[in-house]
């Protein structure tokens, strides 16, 4: 026993190498699955939702490598550190691209002789309402504060639906699509201009409202009421899978997808829809790692506090210009209150 101990003694390198490769290992499995463009597990899609936490403990693997002298993990380490500075850090800065759009938004203001402040405008507010538990005063006081056009509402029971309206929010925002149900899975939109309700698939009886809006100035715009099922048990696994599929891509007329995604940036369901053409209006404007969900120390995750993630998003049309961001607490719910301004592409002149 001795001898085998002065062996290893006699070896530091071996000692040292045993403390750095297990210090990066987990941090690369993670920017390796990261990076995989698809769901892998159940388990992992719980766990992806924590990327910003994990990326910024990854900066401990290169320091360990660096403290005991291994070279080649220093390098692994920092490659998976960078790698997953990478997937997290732009949300952290505002991006000039994304507010100089395509297409007739402000950037392409000028092809179509018109002004930046000419480009229609649209306000957007979302809220999670936890079973219908917000009070409906508080509710309409942050649309009267915020004048929102359009209102997409998720967790919306028939309760609260008469409570929003015996508040005042219908002579704020007339038209609607009041998908309400008991539990989790009814929804609403609720809009200051003209609206024509539309048939969306629905998911294991998830109601999710959607519609196309008349907004004065350019085309219709079609908006959607996000609410896919949280993924907290297997069993529920497919059914936000499949919710999240379903979503509409960006195609001829202004899309708008608004809501709890129970999903963040992170998850290869929301990355397939920035890939094709969605841009998220926290991230576009420097706002991407607020967190939404949970602000409430009662929320755990098998029994364990639950640090906040961005579970709600305003997805915009790329031909829409992302002008401002913020998050608003409510009372009785989960979930902080997300809002966007936005402007719209300017409708092509007639004749």
């Known amino acids: 026993m ?51 936490y994990v990326a910024l403990a990854s900066v401990v693997a290169p320091l360990v490598a660096l ?4 070279p080649a993990a220093l390098v692994a380490g920092l490659a998976v550190t960078a790698t997953l500075a990478a997937c997290v850090l732009p949300r952290a800065l505002s ?3 994304s507010r100089a759009s395509t297409g007739a938004g402000a950037g392409g203001a000028a092809a179509l002789g018109t002004s930046k402040t000419q480009t229609p405008a649209l306000r957007v507010l979302s809220a999670n309402l936890l079973y219908g538990s917000v009070p409906p005063a508080v509710l ?25 309206r015996a508040a005042g929010l219908t002579a704020l925002l007339p038209y609607a699509d009041d998908r309400s149900r008991e539990g989790s899975d009814g929804s609403g939109l609720f809009t200051r201009f003209p609206l024509r309700p539309e048939g969306f698939t629905a998911v294991n009886g998830r109601r999710q409202a959607a519609g196309v809006i008349d907004v004065p100035g350019t085309g219709p715009v079609a908006v959607v009421s996000v609410h896919p099922c949280a993924p907290r048990y297997a069993y529920r696994f497919r059914c936000w899978s499949k919710s999240l599929a379903s979503l509409p891509d960006p195609g001829e007329r202004v899309q708008i997808l608004s809501g709890d995604f129970n999903a ?3 998850h290869a369901r929301v990355r397939r829809l920035l890939d094709a053409g969605y841009r998220d209006s926290a991230d576009a404007t420097g706002n991407g790692l607020a967190g939404t969900w949970p602000y409430r120390r009662s929320s755990d995750f098998n029994g364990l506090p639950v640090p906040p ?9 790329p031909r829409v210009v992302v002008r401002a961001f913020s998050v608003h607490r409510l009372p009785m719910t989960d979930h ?16």
Not at 309 to 317: K, S
């Open 309 to 317: 993630v961005t579970l709600d998003h305003i997805l915009v049309d």
């Open 140 to 164: 309409v006081d942050l649309v009267r504060r915020l004048r929102p056009d359009v209102l997409t509402l998720q967790e919306l029971t028939p309760q609260a639906s008469a409570g929003l």
């Open 264 to 266: 963040t940036l992170d």
């Open 95 to 97: 991006d000039p691209s």
């Open 2 to 52: 001795a001898r085998l101990t002065a062996g290893w003694a006699g070896r530091p390198g071996v000692w040292r190498g045993l403390l750095a490769w297990p210090a990066v290992a987990p941090f690369a499995l993670w920017a390796l699955l990261r990076l995989v463009p698809g769901d892998v597990s159940f388990r992992w899609v719980q766990l992806v939702a924590f990327t910003p």
């Open 336 to 351: 902080r209150a997300i809002f966007a301004e936005l402007s719209l592409p300017a409708a092509a002149p007639s004749g």
């Open 67 to 70: 403290l005991v002298r291994r």
